[in-house]
C-alpha cells in the first residue's frame, strides 16, 4: 500500500467520521426542539409472544387483549400530566374521541357473524399504526353475503403508540396466522377463504400466502384482496434506524421518535418510533426477496388471484413497487390491478408538475401482460366524469366504461389512507352521513384559517381521507365473494 493511497484513507474515514458526528447531533437538535414525551410515548403494553400466539387460539388472544386494555388504562389513568387531560387527548378519559366510551371500541378485535351458516371466511388485516376501524365497511359487505368476518387487532396496535417501539413483525405474522385458524375454525374446511389486507396488512396476506403454498399445514386462500399494499416502502425507511441512535443515550430518548404529535385521532396512531419505519422495511425486504425467489422456483403457478385498489399517488408505499415486486412476478391466474389516477379536471390541475403527465404511463410496462390493469381516470382533460380503462391480461388494447362517478373538484388525488372508507364514514369521510359520532371528523375539516391556532399542523388535515370512488371498490370485491347467501327479497 503505497503512502499516498493510506493518506487518502485516512482523510476519508475523517470525513466519514465528520459527517456521521454531524448527523448525530444535528438530529439531537432537531428532536430536542419538539415537545417532551408523553407517558403513551413511554408506556410499552405487553403483547403475547409469538410462541404464545401460535400455541394459543382465537380466544385466548382476546382474553390477553382484554387484559393488555385493562393495564393500559390503569396506567394512563395515573400516568396523565393535568396538561394532558382536554377533549383533543384520545387517552383522557373526559374526551369525546375516548376510544372506550363509544358503543363499539373498534381499536380491539373482533368478528361479525353472518346470519345463518357462514358459506366462507375472510380475515382483514389493518395497516402499520392503524386499527381494526380501517376495513369495517368490507367486512360488513362479506357478513351480508353470509361470511363471517375475523378481524385482529395487530400486536402493538389500538393501544399507545410506543407499542411500536419494540414490536417486531414477526409478532404482526404471527396473529395473521392465528386468525386465518379463527376463521377456518369458524367456516369450516371445505368453505373458501379470503384475506384482504390494507397497507401493511396487504403485506401480510400476501406472506402468509407465500406461506401457505410450501406448508401443506396452513389453510390456502382463494382469493387476496390487497388495499394500498405495502410490498415496497420509502427509501428513508431502510435508514430510519440511524434516526434513533441518539435514542441509545436516555437524554435523548425523543429521538427514537420520528413524529411526536398530539393524539387526536380515536383509532390511530398519530405520533411514530422509528422501530415501526425500520419493521416495515425489514417486512417488505423479506417479502420481495420471497416472491422474487417462489417465481424462479416455479412456486408462484398456485397463488391465489389478487385484486389489488392502489393511488397512483402514495406517499407511503411505492405505488411503482407494487408493479415491478409484486405483479411482474404473478402468473396469468386472474389477478388485477386497479389504479387511481390523479383528478386531471381539478381545480389544481394548472399546478400539477408536469411529471404528473406522464405517470401513470411511466409506471406501467407495456402491455401485454400476465393480468388485468384497470385504471380509474377522467374521460378526457376536460371531462370530470371518471371511466375504467381496463386492458384485459395478454391484451394490448383497454376498453372503457363510464362510471358516473366523480372527483370532487377540490380534491387532486387519492391518498395511501383514503381507499379503504367512504364518504360517508363517520370519521374520515368527506361528507359524514351522521349514523355515527366518535366525537371528531377528520375528513370533513377544510382545516382553513389563520396558523397557530390548531393543535396539528394544516398537513395532517390536507391528505383526503376517503374515498369518493369507494362505491366501486365495493362493486368489485363483491363480484368476488361466492358463493354468496341471496339478499332478502323486498316486502
Excluded at 363517520?426 to 371528531?440: H, K, M, R, S
Excluded at 391528505?463 to 332478502?488: C, L
Amino acid at each position: 500500500m503505497t503512502a499516498g493511497l493510506v493518506r487518502w484513507m485516512k482523510r476519508a474515514g475523517i470525513l466519514a467520521a465528520v459527517v456521521v458526528v454531524t448527523l448525530f447531533v444535528g438530529r439531537i437538535v432537531e428532536t430536542q426542539r419538539g415537545p417532551p414525551l408523553r407517558v403513551w410515548h413511554t408506556y410499552v403494553p405487553e403483547e403475547l409472544t409469538v410462541d404464545e400466539m401460535e400455541r394459543t387460539d382465537w380466544a385466548g388472544y382476546v382474553k390477553a387483549e382484554a387484559a393488555l386494555f385493562e393495564r393500559l388504562g390503569a396506567e394512563l389513568k395515573s400516568g396523565l400530566e393535568e396538561e394532558d387531560r382536554i377533549p383533543g387527548n384520545r387517552y383522557f378519559d373526559g374526551s369525546p374521541i375516548y376510544p372506550p366510551r363509544f358503543q363499539q371500541d373498534w381499536n380491539r378485535s373482533y368478528v361479525l357473524e353472518p346470519d345463518g351458516p357462514p358459506l366462507g371466511a375472510v380475515v382483514f388485516l389493518h395497516g402499520l399504526t392503524d386499527s381494526p376501524y380501517s376495513l369495517r365497511h368490507i367486512a360488513r359487505l362479506y357478513r351480508a353475503a353470509g361470511w363471517v368476518s375475523v378481524a385482529p387487532r395487530l400486536p402493538a396496535h389500538g393501544t399507545v403508540p410506543a407499542a411500536l417501539s419494540s414490536v417486531q413483525w414477526e409478532e404482526w405474522h404471527a396473529a395473521t396466522r392465528l386468525a386465518v385458524r379463527e376463521a377456518r375454525r369458524r367456516a369450516g374446511p371445505s368453505t373458501p377463504l379470503h384475506i384482504v389486507g390494507f397497507s401493511n396488512g396487504g403485506a401480510l396476506a400476501m406472506m402468509y400466502a407465500l406461506d401457505a403454498l410450501g406448508d401443506k399445514a396452513l389453510p390456502r386462500p382463494d382469493r387476496l384482496v390487497l388495499i394500498s399494499p405495502m410490498i415496497g416502502v420509502t427509501s428513508f425507511a431502510r435508514f430510519a434506524g440511524l434516526a434513533g441512535l441518539p435514542a441509545m443515550l436516555p437524554r435523548f430518548a425523543k429521538a427514537a421518535w420520528l413524529s411526536n404529535m398530539p393524539e387526536f385521532n380515536p383509532f390511530k396512531y398519530n405520533s411514530f418510533p422509528v422501530n415501526g419505519a425500520t419493521q416495515s422495511h425489514r417486512l417488505t425486504q423479506v417479502l420481495q426477496g420471497r416472491i422474487a425467489r417462489y417465481e424462479r422456483e416455479g412456486k408462484l403457478g398456485e397463488i391465489a388471484p389478487i385484486l389489488t385498489f392502489q393511488s397512483v399517488l402514495d406517499y407511503t408505499v411505492h405505488t411503482k413497487a407494487i408493479i415491478d415486486a409484486l405483479y411482474a412476478h404473478l402468473p396469468r391466474n386472474g389477478s388485477e390491478l386497479v389504479l387511481f389516477d390523479l383528478n386531471r379536471a381539478a381545480l389544481f390541475s394548472p399546478l400539477l408538475r408536469s411529471s404528473m403527465e406522464t405517470l401513470v404511463e411511466r409506471m406501467l410496462p407495456a402491455p401485454p401482460r400476465n393480468y388485468r390493469t384497470t385504471i380509474i381516470t377522467n374521460g378526457g382533460p376536460d371531462d370530470r366524469e371518471e371511466v375504467a380503462r381496463v386492458t384485459e391480461a395478454g391484451q394490448t388494447t383497454s376498453t372503457v366504461r363510464p362510471l358516473g362517478m366523480y372527483y370532487p373538484q377540490d380534491v387532486f388525488s387519492l391518498s395511501h389512507v383514503a381507499l379503504p372508507f367512504p364518504p360517508g364514514d363517520a370519521l374520515y369521510g368527506l361528507q359524514p352521513d351522521g349514523t355515527e359520532d366518535y366525537g371528531i371528523a377528520l375528513g370533513a375539516m377544510a382545516g382553513r384559517g389563520e396558523r397557530g391556532a390548531l393543535v396539528v399542523s394544516l398537513d395532517a388535515l390536507l391528505r383526503v381521507s376517503s374515498n369518493p370512488f369507494f362505491a366501486y371498490v365495493i362493486e368489485r370485491v363483491d363480484e368476488g365473494i361466492a358463493p354468496r347467501r341471496p339478499a332478502p327479497a323486498a316486502r
